[in-house]
């Protein structure tokens, strides 16, 4: 049976052992090479023929999504999963407009991983259903329903429980470790929120929780 050849790419040598040891554990998955940051994977990429890439987004020297732009320029024709701790939407979507076919979290790794890869190798995009219902719900924010100020129409979950722990007095690093997410994505959270609700202080982004009772609900 011919295996489906794979690339790893992450800075972290133990997590890129303990995977290679998952996939070669696999009938028809083999690893056939490492990468410990962008440059090099690129080099790996020049010599070693795979079907499927592997790789994180946050990577020294060159990151995961400038990679994939690379690569897609330079017309490799291995097919690219990103596994990554990020669960934002906007990375999501990111990688996937730069040529990802499949995304996938850290924490997946079983085997939905290994479901993945298959689904990939084969030229299909694969979501789990968590980044699916991320990606709907980013298109659907993109489409102009209505003009309501309504908060459970013009913002996404995310968006409302960043303000949610805004206006109760959460700091931004408090508000990151709760979420999961970075310092710098609940800015930009708060910035998007502001910029839809036409707020410019805190004090108004309290007023408008006060007026549609989110600090009465979850978000």
Known sequence: MSKIKIILADDHSVLRTGLKLLLNNEPDLVVAGEASDGEQLLQLLERVTADVLITDLAMPNMGGLECIKEIKSRGFSIKILVLTMYEDEQYLKTAMQAGALGYVEKQAVDTELFEAVRTVAKG????????????????????????????????????????????????????????????????????????????????????????????????
């Open 124 to 219: 299909q995009r694969y979501l789990s259903h968590g980044n699916a219902q991320l990606l709907l719900n980013t298109l659907l924010t993109e489409i102009p329903v209505t003009q309501s100020n309504d908060p459970y129409v013009i913002l996404t979950h995310r968006e409302r429980e960043v303000l949610k722990y805004m206006v109760r007095g959460y700091s931004m690093s408090r508000i990151a470790q709760i979420l999961c997410i970075s310092v710098k994505t609940v800015d930009t959270y708060k910035t998007r929120t502001m910029e839809k609700l036409g707020c410019t202080e805190k004090s108004q982004l309290v007023e408008y929780a006060i007026k549609y009772g989110m600090l009465l609900t979850k978000a």
